[in-house]
């Protein structure tokens, strides 16, 4: 079974930074693909970045250059590290687990994120 527990969120003015922290539950963190989608009101969920457990990564076109995935495997622990940020950004982020080994895919409870001045 697996835990992702989210933190980090809260309210920042247009242009200004925050991280998010995703705490991973698990037994093998290194065979999970980590993630972290995010879902507007209105929306729908929407993938913003992914990492291998290689370190590999990739991006939502909206947040080339204006964020950084990263995951750590001694704390079992994966980030999203948000600058720049817009209006738009406006979400529920939510961090993700997708097995490599098998169909295991598990989604955290979510960390609102409001950009508003």
């Known amino acids: 079974q697996v835990e992702l527990v989210e933190s980090g969120g809260g309210l920042v003015q247009p242009g200004g930074s925050l991280t998010l922290t995703c705490a991973a539950y698990?037994?093998?963190?290194?065979?999970?693909?980590m993630g972290w989608y995010r879902q507007a009101p209105g929306k729908q969920r929407e993938l913003v970045a992914l990492v291998s457990p290689g370190g590999g990564t990739n991006y939502a076109d909206s947040v080339k250059g204006r964020f950084t995935i990263s995951r750590d495997h001694a704390k079992s622990a994966v980030y999203l590290q948000m600058s720049s940020l817009e209006p738009d950004d406006t979400a529920v982020y939510y961090c993700?687990?997708?097995?490599?080994?098998?169909?295991?895919?598990?989604w955290g409870q979510g960390t609102q994120v409001t950009v508003s001045s």
């Open positions: 993700n687990a997708n097995s490599v080994r098998s169909r295991e895919n598990y």
């Open positions: 698990v037994s093998i963190f290194s065979i999970y693909v």
